[in-house]
């Protein structure tokens, strides 16, 4: 157990002392934006590094133990939401040269709607991304005997440092390196399994049942509660897209990163890539997880969740173990720095107008970073909520952000698509869209993946009805 804290210790001095190395803070753009001068393909591996975080490590492998790798299907509507991204809405950031998304709202449909929905955008990060946090310290825990409150404690104030001071250039450089560690170490847990097996990778293929490895299911067959509530075909394209949609082209989490890029071009090549390689990571985070099936016989476990984190602590030698409890580090980090600075960035500029205050930049950079510490602060409180959740992580992670997310996409779309619109229609029809999806979430067997394209449907037509009734109202 010395040896593998010992591990992750290193790796967080190092992971810091990088990201201190790339920092840049010199300006609120420079501390947000990187002074937009971030190559696309950093820009590329930044938003794969925080979308995927370490639920991708510990709940997408438990997800595949217990019901195959069905969750495959959604990745390809991953890909067909980014381009929509790319085509639709990436060119009128760029030609807006916004410095957070909501702006384009404010130009649209006036500032109270940036501030509204970049309220809903804090909310709905602050929840998910505890989710996330909280998911990473279940290993820590098991392994060393804290209390789960040290454990995110711990996992918190190692990320805070860098994303403190070095701002968005630490955190897309730190990620890139974070995101090629813990792919590292999942291709080192699977080898493991064929070690302890004493078998090749055909022989742990060989091991696998053919089902689980059969990731397309049509849905067909079962009525309409297999077709829309469960893994399969159309609910991955479909959901998936709209998810994916919403996620990258209106969540300021992911978008900060394509800001950051030279122009829209390189913007697109970033969003678009992205969707490919997502494709191939959790391709290769469903076969570890079966591949730890095959190790365990098909064992069963009261929680997903727990799955990974057991192999770690029971199946690895000391120093392995450390290094795949650092790679889970960096799949948490990742995601908490973009976290971090993301809401930051949002609070700074769409919230308290940092940048039209008359201040010194050095004054202003200071501001940012007590925000960032603030932010820091809240997500590790809240991550405490989730102690007894007894969902897979990932799912609760997603269907928080589903929730406001089809609302959020509903705006975002009538504000490109449509002239004349009433701003408080539309924000009618974000209100209108999440409390759809909060209803069908309390009265009905809805599957999660169509959060989004629920809340969608229903804002766009409510807005357009409302709009609709307040030009009558005028005429």
């Known amino acids: 157990m010395t040896i593998d804290i010992a591990v992750i210790l290193i790796y967080i001095v190092l992971i810091n002392i990088i990201g201190l190395w790339f920092s840049g803070g010199s300006s609120v753009s420079d ?3 990187g002074n937009r001068s971030v190559h696309w393909f950093l820009a590329c591996l930044s938003i794969v590094a925080t979308e995927t975080s370490s639920l991708s490590f510990i709940s997408i492998p438990g997800l595949a133990y217990a019901s195959g790798t069905g ?6 509507g991953y890909l ?3 381009m929509l991204v790319a085509a639709f809405l990436l060119p009128r950031y760029f030609q807006g040269e916004y410095e957070t998304v909501y702006e384009f709202l404010q130009r649209r449909f006036g500032r109270t709607s940036r501030r509204v929905v970049s309220v809903i955008f804090h909310i709905t990060r602050l929840f998910a991304d505890s989710v996330r946090l909280f998911a990473t310290a279940i290993p820590l825990t098991v392994m060393t005997g804290w ?14 440092i860098y994303t403190f001071y070095g701002g968005i250039r630490s955190v897309i450089v730190t990620d890139a390196l974070q995101l090629a560690l813990y792919l590292f170490c999942v291709g080192l847990g699977a080898y493991c399994v064929m070690d302890e097996l004493s078998l090749s990778l055909g022989g742990v293929f060989a091991l696998i049942p053919s089902a689980d490895l059969a990731f397309v299911s049509s849905g067909l067959g079962g009525g309409a509660a297999k077709l829309f509530g469960s893994y399969n075909l159309l609910t991955g394209i479909v959901g998936g897209a709209f998810l994916s949609f919403a996620s ?10 394509v800001l950051s890029c030279r122009d829209a071009s390189s913007a697109r090549k970033a969003m678009i890539a992205s969707g490919f390689l997502v494709i191939m990571q959790i391709a290769l985070f469903l076969l570890f997880g079966l591949f730890i099936k095959a190790l365990f016989g098909g064992r069963h476990f009261d929680s997903s969740d727990s799955i990974v984190p057991y192999f770690i602590v029971n199946h690895l030698p000391a120093g392995l173990r450390g290094l795949m409890l650092a790679g889970i580090f960096a799949a948490a980090m990742s995601t908490l720095s973009s976290s971090i600075n993301s809401l930051a960035s949002s609070t700074a500029l769409d919230l308290l107008r940092l940048k039209e205050r008359r201040l010194s930049e050095r004054c202003k950079v200071a501001a940012a970073r007590a925000i960032a510490f603030f932010w820091t602060l809240a997500i590790i409180g809240v991550s405490v909520l989730f102690h007894d959740s007894k969902n897979p992580l990932v799912e609760v992670g997603l269907s928080i952000s589903s929730v406001t997310y089809g609302g959020v996409l509903g ?16 924000l009618f029809g974000v209100f209108a869209g999440v409390l759809a999806v909060v209803s069908a979430m309390a009265f009905s067997s809805i599957f999660w993946l169509w959060y989004v394209a629920l809340g969608f449907g229903v804002c766009v037509a409510a807005a357009l009805a409302a709009s609709k009734a307040v030009s009558w109202g005028l005429r």
Do not use: C, E
């Open 248 to 257: 990258h082209g209106t969540d300021h989490l992911i978008v900060q990163r």
């Open 411 to 426: 705006i975002f779309v009538l504000g490109r698509f449509t002239d004349g619109m009433d701003p408080r229609a539309a």
């Open 71 to 76: 969750f495959l299907q959604v990745t390809f």
């Open 80 to 82: 067909a939401g980014r």
């Open 31 to 33: 501390y947000f934006l």
């Open 147 to 160: 209390d789960y409150r040290l454990s995110l404690a711990v996992i918190g104030g190692a990320t805070f």
